[in-house]
């Protein structure tokens, strides 16, 4: 898993709830990816980040929001969840268009 | 939006036997990759091609690609049960409006290998 951990592991939460899953590299990668995996659609990229500070919206970020204030955590925020945003979110590191590297995986139901 | 998109959406073979997964895509490519997802994790990367290459192994793997049909194929010979997951090629996209490369990735092909 090239040390990525991903937490919470699992979660269920309400719909309206505020969620941050949060991913941890230890490899000192510059670029972090957010996906979420859904049956029929495969990994569909959320958000993605270049550097502490500096991220990018990728193709399905609505509802979403990331932070990163350190090289090695990227936070994915679900500010108000909903039923759409129960999925399997991965989050991954690597150079853009090149090899990536995928955390464990996060697991989340939204009520 | 997907690039890549895996044929055939579901495999199944007796061990020892060779599985054969093609994935087309849309768009010129920088590279192809090939990853491979046990059941309940994540992805874990198989091997990479390049535009100007025509196949690659990797072990018991081999990767094809066919850059004027933008076409790839990945056969995995003499498959065990282990082999049991689901296989995403990804292909690289760029974003002129961005500057940035990203992966796209297929919605996969599901292999069962029976013992």
């Known amino acids: 898993d090239a040390g990525i951990t991903q937490s919470p592991r699992h979660k269920v939460t309400e719909t309206g709830t505020p969620v941050t899953l949060r991913c941890h590299q230890t490899?000192?990668?510059?670029?972090m990816y957010w996906y979420r995996q859904d049956p029929g659609h495969g990994l569909r990229l959320i958000h993605y980040?270049?550097?502490?500070?500096?991220?990018d919206k990728g193709e399905v970020s609505d509802g979403y929001s990331v932070s990163r204030s350190k090289t090695e955590d990227f936070l994915l925020t679900l500010e108000s969840a909903t039923s759409s945003q129960t999925s399997v979110y991965f989050c991954?590191?690597?150079?853009?268009?090149?090899?990536?590297?995928f955390g464990p995986g996060t697991r989340l139901l939204v009520l | 939006s997907q690039q890549g998109e895996e044929d055939p959406q579901a495999l199944s073979i007796q061990e020892g036997e060779n599985a054969t997964m093609n994935c087309s895509y849309k768009?010129?490519?920088?590279?192809l990759q090939w990853y491979r997802q046990n059941s309940g994790r994540g992805l874990v990367h198989l091997i990479l091609?390049?535009?100007?290459?025509r196949e690659k192994h990797s072990g018991r793997l081999r990767v094809t690609l066919d850059t004027s049909k933008k076409s790839s194929s990945l056969l995995i010979t003499a498959s065990r049960a282990a082999d049991t997951a689901s296989y995403f090629c990804?292909?690289?996209?760029?974003?002129?409006?961005?500057?940035?490369?990203?992966?796209?990735f297929g919605t996969g092909t599901r292999l069962l290998v029976s013992p």
């Open positions: 991954a590191t690597g150079r853009g268009g090149e090899t990536q590297y």
């Open positions: 490899e000192n990668h510059r670029y």
């Open positions: 980040s270049y550097g502490v500070k500096d991220t």
């Open positions: 768009t010129s490519i920088n590279n």
């Open positions: 091609i390049r535009s100007n290459e």
């Open positions: 990804a292909t690289d996209s760029f974003s002129l409006n961005t500057g940035f490369q990203k992966l796209v």
